[in-house]
């Protein structure tokens, strides 16, 4: 029992505590102007509110914030303002006027990634928090103990960051030997001391081998008071695939591994003779074409029914693999200029000596067979969500052409795809996911719940787009074309972010990567002047 209450305090103070009020306001102002608070009392005056848990737009609100917490919420609509009979409005330390805007709760992205130097940790932060991220699980590109104390700085919003859980491996800063590690029957006490040192969501990967470890550590992170995520690898797909995950109780299977193999007619993948799971445009070139070999129907009922009955979230983030389907929209996107950092770029030009950067021999082969694995993959997603099954999100970002942020609203339009309505999409991106990462507080706008909001000019369940920093445009009444302005607040842990100064930060850190960068090998044949050698 000591070892639980320590592993649930340590999440605490890492995560989603109520921050002590004279800790929260001796830090005011320590962000300039791109951010401030928390306040003693914050109002958000006058907004619509999309509450998180699939209802619709209601309002219009006067939402109250103490210091880190949502207070009240008092109507202020026509009938509710007539009945109660009474005018006066909340006020406040600041007052923020949402006339005419939406409130959401912030999103929590389940699975992404940092990277490393030289692309500054801000670049990202910065960029999930403007387009609408106030929770993160980020891999440990930097380290795990590296990881660790971001989490921490942020918990006390000595940084500006979202919410931080890094993912830990398997046994990951304990001093267990191989074999202990392998071994199911010490899987509570690994648990047990690893969630002692502060960890929260572990990954599956290192024991998807053996069945009989991989439901152990299942278990045990369980019962330690944390989650489970797994990337089911094709290598070891013929061992546990999607069903059997969810059957061992994995947490949430992340990406699209795993699903079309459940559904084979034979136990293991079709792959060629020369295939080397380690060569990855094979990998990923037949991680697209098992979705062709797969029995549709068993896929779409079988495989859809059985993973609800076991209870898996099911985490897609198709945003990463969208290039795979078409290489060119990927390396074209209008954002690429002006806000993805160039070593962002160098990790994604064609490369085998980085991960992700295998679009050197893409084929139209295989972008036909990356269009059958979206199709099917989509229809997979809408029958589970339709069964009752708990769709949640994330991206991978920071690979493959997935810029942080713009990839966050670009994953909500491609749950749309799936034919998912956009209430339940941000259901997914809010609330499913806060309950999948056992964070009950945050997730809802609701009373009681952490202030992780954000401020929308427009109704992001008529129009995603909305949520980009540079926004949309549309008509107004006039006839005359206007661009929407984003997200114009984001509020992580009450503390109020200013999005186009975030932005601008952005632009000036990509800009200053950018000096002296010579047109890519991707980039030449489009720049002007450039003579191509001919034959």
């Not at 699209?256 to 293991?268: D, M, N, P, Q, R």
Request: net charge negative; with cysteine.
């Amino acid at each position: 029992m000591r070892s639980l209450r320590c592993a649930r305090s340590l999440t605490v103070a890492l995560a989603v505590a109520l921050v002590s009020t004279s800790a929260l306001y001796a830090q005011e102002g320590r962000f300039g102007d791109l951010a401030d608070g928390p306040y003693d009392r914050l109002i958000i005056q006058n907004a619509m509110v999309i509450p998180g848990h699939g209802g619709p737009p209601v309002g219009p609100y006067d939402i109250v914030i103490q210091g880190n917490v949502i207070a009240e919420m008092v109507p202020f609509d026509p009938v509710t303002a007539e009945r109660r009979g009474d005018t006066d409005r909340p006020t406040g330390d600041r007052v923020i006027d949402a006339t005419g805007m939406y409130v959401m709760p912030g999103m929590t992205d389940l699975h992404m990634h940092l990277r490393t130097q030289p692309m500054e940790l801000e670049y990202v932060y910065y960029l999930k928090l403007a387009h609408g991220v106030t929770t993160l699980v980020p891999g440990a590109d930097r380290g795990l103990d590296s990881g660790m104390t971001q989490a921490a700085a942020s918990a006390a919003n000595e940084i500006l960051a979202p919410r931080l859980f890094p993912i830990w491996g398997w046994g990951s800063n304990t001093d267990f030997d191989p074999l202990e590690l392998d071994d199911p029957a010490m899987a509570p006490r690994i648990a047990r001391e690893m969630f002692d040192k502060g960890a929260h969501v572990v990954s599956l990967g290192s024991v998807s081998w053996s069945e009989d470890l991989f439901g152990a550590v299942a278990s045990a992170v369980w019962d330690a008071g944390g989650i489970t995520t797994i990337h089911l690898p094709p290598s070891t797909n013929a061992v546990v695939q999607a069903v059997d995950a969810a059957r061992l109780g994995a947490t949430m299977i992340e990406h699209h591994y795993g699903y079309a193999e459940s559904a084979l007619s034979t136990s293991v993948q079709n792959f060629p003779r020369e295939y080397n799971f380690n060569d990855e445009l094979e990998r990923f070139r037949h991680a697209g074409k098992v979705w062709v070999d797969t029995d549709k129907e068993r896929l779409l009922s079988e495989v859809a029914d059985s993973l609800v009955h076991y209870g898996v979230t099911m985490l897609p983030t198709r945003v990463v693999y969208e290039a795979n389907r078409d290489i060119l929209r990927a390396q074209s996107l209008p954002w690429h200029d002006k806000y993805t950092h160039q070593a962002l770029i160098n990790w994604n030009l064609p490369n085998p000596a980085f991960h992700g950067s295998y679009h050197y021999d893409w084929t139209s082969d295989d972008e036909y067979y990356w269009y059958t694995a979206f199709d099917l993959w989509g229809d997979l997603i809408f029958e589970f969500n339709k069964r009752g099954g708990r769709v949640a999100y994330g991206t991978d970002d920071n690979y493959i052409w997935a810029t942080p942020g713009f990839s966050n609203v670009r994953e909500l339009q491609l749950m749309r795809e799936s034919g998912m309505h956009p209430l339940e999409i941000i259901k997914a991106a809010t609330m499913n996911s806060a309950q999948t990462l056992r964070q009950e507080r945050l997730g809802l706008v609701r009373r009681g719940y952490l202030a992780d909001l954000i401020i929308v000019d427009g109704n992001p369940a008529y129009n995603f787009r909305f949520l980009y920093s540079f926004g949309a445009l549309r008509l107004d009444e006039s006839g005359e074309m206007i661009r929407t302005s984003g997200i114009v607040h984001t509020i992580k842990d009450g503390i109020v972010t200013n999005n186009a100064r975030l932005m601008e930060e952005v632009a000036r850190m990509v800009a200053a990567s950018k000096q002296g960068v010579e047109p890519s090998v991707v980039q030449k044949p489009f720049v002007a002047g450039d003579v191509q050698r001919q034959p």
